[in-house]
């Protein structure tokens, strides 16, 4: 990798981090596209993955007072049973899946029907989309 897009990519994970920081969404959307159209699938997944930690971890340091977390809990409960069934299968969609995976991603939570709509108070829930949203990450880098 060349040191000016090293350098495009380090604006770029920065111009993201805001985005979401400010919106509370499309950061990282945006910032896994571009990778995977620059990166092999795989780099841009790790990439992405580093940055994502460190972005979200500094605004959970930021804002821990305010965490609610037995929603929390619960919704980890969800990721570990995603990661597991992973950890047997272990699929790794090719990049067209992956960027189609990428491009619905936003509209999901559109698609359902009122009273399936997320509820964090929902032990249920919590798990079933701790589920789905790790199962996306892992298929796609991002869950939106």
Do not use: E
């Amino acid at each position: 990798m060349s040191p000016v897009l090293i350098a495009a990519l380090g604006l770029l994970m920065v111009a993201t981090a805001f985005l979401s920081g400010l919106f509370g969404m499309a950061g990282g959307l945006i910032l896994i596209g571009v990778l995977l159209a620059i990166l092999p699938l795989p780099a841009a997944m790790v990439l992405h993955a580093i940055t994502q930690m460190a972005s979200n971890g500094w605004r959970a340091v930021l804002w821990r007072r305010h965490i609610r977390w037995r929603p929390v809990a619960v919704y980890l409960i969800g990721c570990a049973l995603a990661l597991g069934l992973w950890a047997l299968v272990r699929y790794v969609p090719d990049k067209p899946v992956a960027l189609l995976l990428l491009g619905v991603t936003p509209f999901m939570a559109r698609l359902l029907p009122a009273g399936l709509r997320p509820d964090p108070d929902s032990v249920w829930q919590g798990a079933i989309y701790g589920t789905i949203c790790m199962g996306l990450m892992l298929m796609t880098g991002v869950s939106g």
